[in-house]
């Protein structure tokens, strides 16, 4: 087993499917307990502090947006959010649904969309070189996000609407989405000159029940706007990893027939999910997974006790062979005890924190 690797190494050696001196760490924080958290430590630098082995780089935004005003605030596709304030945490909610005034392809065209020409790729390359010695991400949850990320702006219903019925403004409000997100990541990656390691995706394709659409939805509509952007990092020699949320495990075969490297989130809750054993030798040497640590059960519910087992188990079972990256199924919430987030890092680290 070699020692004193760089994270970079530790990346790819697991994803050779090879066993490196422990698995890469991911780490997903909500803002209020990434500041617990600092303030516990006393310093800002966590992802050294949990050995985090991956860093994100992007494109700067240059483009102008539509002014704050009444608390709302704008993305570049024209939503409004007004932070909203939860007995768990403060969350913002998307309040001013600009896409779902758009009900013709007249309008649809005269829509201000955003410009890829307003993000600077002039950084990229420099950041790269700034985390060489990392696993150089670009991306993320929210590319394409088909219908989250739509729906922000049109209405989660609406966008079910517009797929069931094929509507044709909907349609084209989603392959706008998807049109922007795949020329990011491919001027991204060219002007990184083969230094970006992966690519960072987001498409919420399970429920806690089961599939969020039919296999013929999926396979008329989802399918062939994400192996775009699977496509798209094969084509310069980086992993597709994407984000999903809920029980994906009757889709996984598709994903790995698709090309998808890394499945990322991999909640453990769903009753589909529950045999990891399972889904591991299902998997295994073909795609990786990232996370396994309960977010919505055991690490803001369970013991201290509970909470290194289930990393010991994930330790000692799944990350056997390579294939996996140690980290919590999706952000850790506000309400999680400091001493389960500390118990399963140092299961994994190896060392008291």
């Known amino acids: 087993m070699k020692l004193n690797v760089t994270s970079k190494e530790r990346v790819m050696t ?31 630098d966590l992802l050294s502090v949990f050995g985090v082995d991956f860093r994100s780089i992007g494109a700067v935004w240059k483009g102008a947006l539509k002014p704050d005003h009444d608390g709302l605030f704008y993305d570049v596709w ?73 729906s922000r702006g049109r ?23 998807v049109d922007f ?4 990541i491919k ?30 939805t999926f396979d008329s509509v989802f399918r062939p706007r994400l192996q775009r952007f699977y496509d798209i990092a094969h084509t310069y020699g980086a992993k597709a990893m994407m984000h999903s949320c809920g029980d994906t495990s009757d889709l996984q075969p598709t994903f790995i027939d698709m090309g998808l490297d890394i499945l990322d989130a991999m909640q453990p809750e769903p009753p589909g999910m529950r045999d990891i054993e399972r889904l591991r030798k299902m998997t295994h040497g073909k795609m990786a997974y990232c996370g396994l640590i309960s977010t919505q059960d055991t690490l803001p519910h369970g013991t201290r006790e509970q909470c290194r087992a289930e990393a010991r188990h994930r330790l000692d079972v799944i990350a056997k062979g390579g ?19 500390l118990a399963v890092f140092e299961e994994v680290l190896g060392k008291k924190l």
């Open 187 to 216: 001027r991204a990656l060219e002007a990184a000159d083969g230094k970006i390691d992966i690519v960072c995706l987001g498409e919420d394709c399970g429920t806690q029940k089961g599939r969020m659409v039919s296999p013929a």
């Open 14 to 44: 697991s994803l050779r499917w090879q066993e490196p001196d422990r698995p890469p760490i991911q780490i997903y924080l909500t803002p209020e307990i990434e500041e617990r958290l600092r303030k516990y430590f006393g310093q800002p």
């Open 323 to 341: 294939g996996y990256f140690f980290s919590p199924a999706h952000c850790i919430q506000p309400d999680t005890p400091i001493e389960n987030v």
């Open 181 to 184: 997100y795949c020329e990011y």
């Open 78 to 150: 024209g939503t409004g959010y007004r932070n909203a304030v939860y007995e768990f945490g403060t969350y913002p909610e998307a309040t001013d649904l600009a896409l779902s005034r758009v009900t013709t392809m007249d309008e649809f065209e005269t829509y201000p969309w955003p410009d890829i020409n307003d993000y600077d790729f002039s950084t990229i390359a420099e950041q790269c070189e700034r985390y060489k010695d990392y696993a150089v991400c670009i991306g993320d949850a929210g590319m394409p996000d088909i219908v989250n990320g739509v």
């Open 155 to 177: 209405g989660m219903e609406q966008v079910l609407i517009d797929i069931a019925t094929q509507d044709e403004v909907g349609i084209a409000i989603i392959d706008r989405r």
